[in-house]
């Protein structure tokens, strides 16, 4: 599901920001290395990726 936006903290980390807790990426962020914040990179492909494929959520019926 979608959550705020965390980067890694570590330098040898792919240099994105995720917002999903579904990413693979992201889930390999150890606690201590995850900070918040979109830090201005680009959003990771991974997250891009779960958001398109998610099923749209049914609203006003
Ligand atoms: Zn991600």
């Known amino acids: 599901m979608k959550v705020k936006a965390y980067h890694s903290a570590h330098p040898s980390d792919p240099q994105v920001f ?3 807790d579904e990413c ?3 889930r390999e962020i150890p606690w201590w290395n995850k900070q918040l914040g979109t830090d201005e990179r680009p ?3 991974y997250c891009v990726s779960i958001d ?3 099923p749209v959520a049914l609203s006003g019926r």
Do not use: K, L, S
Request: negative net charge; aromatic residues 0%.
């Open 18 to 20: 995720h917002d999903d």
């Open 24 to 26: 693979p990426a992201g």
């Open 43 to 45: 959003r990771c492909e």
């Open 52 to 54: 398109a494929h998610r």
